[in-house]
């Protein structure tokens, strides 16, 4: 074999590699929607969103949007918790302060954390200054689980 032709070949494989991480991204998709905290709340909250996550390894890129809230954002969290259930806050997502804006982070996964969110156990919640336990959530799920339906 020339030199020319194992660089070639060396080439082709380290492309082959770097390519083939690429195909290990996953996407991930939540639809945001009024979920109330209490019977109280039922008439007081608002809004929709939706929000995508990339997932490269245990790297998650997180980005989405909310709009029509009936106050403004105070805070917005990734919860564990598989659907219908509340759980915990594991991490803190940036978002605009105000009735619609954007959700953002990019957040490192544990183990842990990524095997629940490829069970479906982990949602987004945004918390309004009126409602202060939560306006919308919604659970993510792998976005090929939307284009099914």
Same mark, same amino acid.
């Given at each position: 074999m020339k030199l020319g032709q194992a660089f070639t070949l060396t080439f082709c494989f380290l492309s082959l590699g770097l390519s083939s991480s690429g195909l290990a *991204? +996953? &996407?991930f998709r939540a639809r945001l929607s009024p979920?109330?905290?209490t019977p109280q709340t039922v008439s007081e909250i608002l809004g929709e969103g939706e929000v995508f996550l990339t997932l490269n390894d245990h790297q998650l890129e997180i980005d989405g949007h909310f709009e029509g809230m009936s106050s403004s954002a105070?805070?917005?969290h990734l919860h564990a918790g598989p659907p219908a *259930?509340?759980?915990? &806050? &594991?991490? &803190?997502? +940036? $978002?605009?302060?105000?009735?619609?804006?954007? $959700?953002?982070? $990019?957040? +490192?996964?544990t183990d842990k954390q990524l095997l629940a969110l490829r069970n479906n156990a982990l949602y987004i919640q945004v918390h309004s200054e009126r409602n202060v336990d939560g306006e919308l959530r919604g659970w993510i799920f792998l976005k090929s689980h939307f284009e099914r339906s």
């Open positions: *991204q +996953e &996407v979920m109330p905290t105070k805070s917005a *259930q509340p759980g915990p &806050v &594991v991490h &803190v997502l +940036e $978002i605009d302060p105000s009735t619609g804006g954007r $959700i953002r982070a $990019i957040l +490192e996964l």
